[in-house]
């Protein structure tokens, strides 16, 4: 082993114990929201109740790198299904974040590509497969979505989301 394949080493072991699952691969649990911790609040919203779902969202992915639409607009307070579907012959995934955290995000899918997500702001989708987003849009402003697999964001795989506040 050389110097470098270790410090890689360690720096994955290193995440995995600051980001529980980091350092597992992809798999069915991603995008599915664990049972044991309470909803977390986000700037863009809450994982939502699928009981309260107001309309669902179709966005189909490609392996042109297209997300589409590739723009959504929702009025604050609505629980949308973002139905994620991967019409490719490659992984996809949907996240749905501020832009800075999207930026972020895809920088460290480059570096840890097989890293492991189980947040409900997004769903890994296989090919030919369908995932859901179940999400409360309790947030007005801009956000955006994208495909953050290492490659796929700088290819432009990415929408941006309007949250318009609620009219009171």
């Given amino acids: ?17 600051a980001w529980p699952g980091l350092s597992q691969a992809h798999g069915e649990n991603h995008g599915k929201p664990r049972a ?5 609040q986000k700037p863009w919203g809450i994982a939502g109740d699928p009981r309260k779902v107001t309309r669902t969202i179709t966005i189909r992915m490609s392996d042109d790198m297209k997300l589409t639409p590739s723009h959504l607009e929702v009025r604050q307070g609505e629980t949308l299904r973002l139905r994620a579907v991967n019409a490719g012959q490659v992984m996809h995934e949907i996240v749905i974040g501020t832009e800075e955290e999207l930026q972020a995000h895809a920088e ?12 409900p702001y997004m769903a890994h989708v296989p090919p030919g497969k369908k995932g859901d987003i179940v999400w ?3 947030r007005a402003g801009e956000f955006g979505f994208a495909c953050l697999i290492a490659g ?12 318009k506040p609620a009219q009171g």
């Fill in 1 to 17: 082993m050389n110097r470098r394949t270790a410090q890689q080493g360690l720096l994955a072991g290193l995440l995995g114990l």
């Fill in 136 to 138: 409360n849009f309790n």
């Fill in 152 to 163: 796929h964001f700088e290819a432009g795989m990415r929408g941006t989301l309007r949250v």
């Fill in 36 to 40: 044991d911790l309470p909803p977390e």
């Fill in 108 to 119: 460290l899918m480059k570096r840890f590509p097989s890293m492991a997500h189980d947040e």
